[in-house]
């Protein structure tokens, strides 16, 4: 297993930037294909951004391409989620998340995850 904790979250007004961490522990970071998703009031959990065991490849949600970067650094256990020109349809809470998978995209295929950090953008 491995246990996942979000920090970094916060309110920032549009236009502005946030990065998100996620440190992880337990069983081998760089095992685990990581991924952010989030989850806004009356609205389904939605992938942000995935990415591959080594940090090679990295896959993005429509909305935030362009303007969101993922990246890992698996001597510090630790996963990142680079927030830049924030819109307020941004706001929600954001997940960490991890799975075994070779690859993985969809909410249902990741097994761990955190607990969760709120965004909050203002326009």
């Known amino acids: 297993q491995v246990q996942l904790v979000e920090s970094g979250g916060g309110l920032v007004q549009a236009g502005g930037s946030l990065r998100l961490s996620c440190a992880a522990s337990?069983?081998?970071?760089?095992?685990?294909?990581m991924g952010w998703f989030r989850q806004a009031p009356g609205k389904e959990r939605e992938i942000v951004a995935a990415?591959?065991?080594?940090?090679?490849?990295?896959h993005y949600g429509d909305s935030v391409k362009g303007r969101f970067t993922i990246s890992r650094d698996n001597a510090k256990n630790t996963l990142y989620l680079q927030m830049n020109n924030l819109e307020s349809e941004d706001t929600a809470v954001y997940y960490c998340?991890?799975?075994?998978?070779?690859?993985?995209?969809?909410?249902?295929?990741?097994?761990?995850w955190g607990q969760g950090t709120q965004v909050t953008v203002s326009s």
């Open positions: 990415i591959s065991r080594a940090g090679g490849a990295a």
């Open positions: 337990g069983r081998t970071f760089s095992a685990y294909v």
């Open positions: 998340a991890a799975t075994a998978r070779a690859i993985a995209f969809a909410t249902e295929e990741f097994a761990y």
